[in-house]
Each structure stands twice: as structure tokens, then as C-alpha cells.
């Protein structure tokens, strides 16, 4: 699928008529950060839209629903999320009540690397930048930073990461995430599509991260870009009130043809 911008936003009741003529059951991928949280300034600070938990408990009591995220399991755990939502964090290294992420020497000597980069990047970036630090990896976050200085610091850090073997680069929205081992939504979304039997897949998210999925899906799924920027999804919603309405009309159109 060629990747293109979409000027227009496609109406939420209309995707999920499209989603639920796929064949059944589906299962349902969805980010956390843009898609079900508005975005904020600080991760910590970040909070599903009211009425968004009950709609991914309700839609996941009728098709197999996954969150597939960036943050970790354990961060992952605060919104709440049902026993019966598959979650996956670290872009899929981690796994709830399944695996976890235990690096060997090389792995955490390399991370060590990444981290002193970051920090480095922050330094450069000056106020309003911050570094995270994952089990995994490490995240440089400038979106508070100034944006010449953010982007002069982030171009820094990606060029120097590509020096760094065996180190996975995810830019993202004024995020630059740099991971000691390799890893891949789409890789997390395909194991669970196996493990249910090679159902069609829906997925829905808002950055970088997400593409490899929607390429991954291709025309035989439902891809769902929240937001702008360039984008392989074959349909896009405005913003997280948007994907609201777009899991309460998929949870009804699935009810009705039970």
C-alpha cells in the first residue's frame, strides 16, 4: 500500500461499518497515547477519555481486543484495562502475564550507551527535555523543549543511534525511543493473530510505531490513522472522541448481528 496524506477525516460510524463487514471474529489493535489518551505534554500526566475503558471492556466482550503500546505492562496496568484485554507493551516485548524483559550483558551494555546518548540529547535540547527510561530501552521526549533546539538535538541523537549496533530507532511524535533489542508492533499483533486462528484485523493508531502494522495489514484488515502526517492506513479519524464514537458503533454493529 502506497503511503499518502489524507486530507479528510473519515466519519467514525462509517469505518466501523466498514470494520465490522470483515469476516468475524475480528481482532482489534489499539494504541494508547492519541488514540484512546488525548496527548500531553507529560507522559505521566496522560488519562483515557472519559468513557473510553467501558467501550474497549464492552467491544471486547463480543471480538478478541489487544493493546499494543509503547509504554511498558506495568504502566500500562493504571488505566485499568479488563482481564479479558490482551495487552502488550514495549511494542510488544513485554506481554501481560506471559513474558517479560530480561536483557543479557550485551543488551544492557548497550542500553547503557543509549541512555548516556539520550542524555546527552536532552542536554542539547535544553529546557522542556527530558529522558525516560524503559526496562528496554530509553525515550529522549522534546515535544516541551524549544522546536529548533528539540529538532537540532533529536537529528543528533538519530544519527549517533545508527552508530550503535544492534540498537532499534522509533521516532516518534517529539519522542525519539531508543531500544536495546529489536522489536515490532506488527510482530505483537500477528503472534495474537495466530494464536486466534488467522482472524482479520482492525487496527487503530496514531504514530510512527503503528505503520509497520498497517503495512502489515495491508487491504485484507481495517487500518485506522488517528490525527495527521503522512500515513499506509487506509482510513483516518480526527482524535481520540472520534475513535470513542468509532468502538461504540463497531460494539453495536457487532451486537445486532449476533
Avoid at 479528510?8 to 470483515?22: G, M, N, Q, T
Avoid at 502526517?229 to 468509532?246: D, I, K, M, Q, S
Wanted: charged share 30%.
Amino acid at each position: 500500500m502506497n503511503e499518502e496524506t489524507i486530507e479528510d477525516f473519515d466519519e467514525p460510524r462509517h469505518v466501523a461499518a466498514i470494520a465490522a463487514a470483515l469476516e468475524r471474529p475480528l481482532l482489534v489493535g489499539l494504541d494508547v497515547d492519541g488514540v484512546l489518551a488525548p496527548i500531553v505534554a507529560h507522559a505521566d500526566d496522560a488519562e483515557l477519555l472519559p468513557g473510553v475503558l467501558e467501550a474497549v471492556a464492552a467491544l471486547a466482550a463480543r471480538t478478541p481486543v489487544a493493546i499494543v503500546s509503547g509504554r511498558t505492562v506495568e504502566d500500562l496496568r493504571r488505566f485499568g484495562f479488563p482481564d479479558h484485554v490482551e495487552m502488550f507493551g514495549l511494542h510488544g516485548l513485554e506481554r501481560r502475564d506471559e513474558r517479560t524483559v530480561d536483557l543479557v550483558d550485551h543488551e544492557q551494555a548497550r542500553l547503557d550507551k543509549l541512555a548516556a546518548l539520550a542524555a546527552d540529547a536532552a542536554a542539547l535540547a535544553g529546557d522542556g527535555a527530558w529522558v525516560e527510561l524503559k526496562p528496554a530501552g530509553v525515550v529522549l521526549h522534546v515535544r516541551e523543549a524549544h522546536p529548533e533546539a528539540a529538532a537540532r538535538s533529536a537529528g543528533e541523537l538519530l544519527r549517533q543511534a545508527e552508530d550503535v549496533t544492534g540498537a532499534h530507532v522509533l521516532p516518534g511524535h517529539g519522542v525519539i525511543e531508543l531500544l536495546a533489542r529489536t522489536t515490532s508492533k506488527a510482530l505483537a499483533v500477528a503472534e495474537l493473530q495466530r494464536e486466534l486462528g488467522g482472524r482479520h484485523v482492525v487496527f487503530v493508531g496514531d504514530d510512527r510505531t503503528d505503520e509497520e502494522v498497517f503495512r502489515a495489514i495491508g487491504d485484507d484488515g481495517c487500518s485506522i490513522r488517528v490525527g495527521g502526517g503522512v500515513t499506509a492506513a487506509r482510513y483516518r479519524l480526527a482524535g481520540p472522541p472520534e475513535v470513542l464514537e468509532f468502538l461504540h458503533a463497531l460494539t453495536a454493529r457487532l451486537r445486532s448481528s449476533e
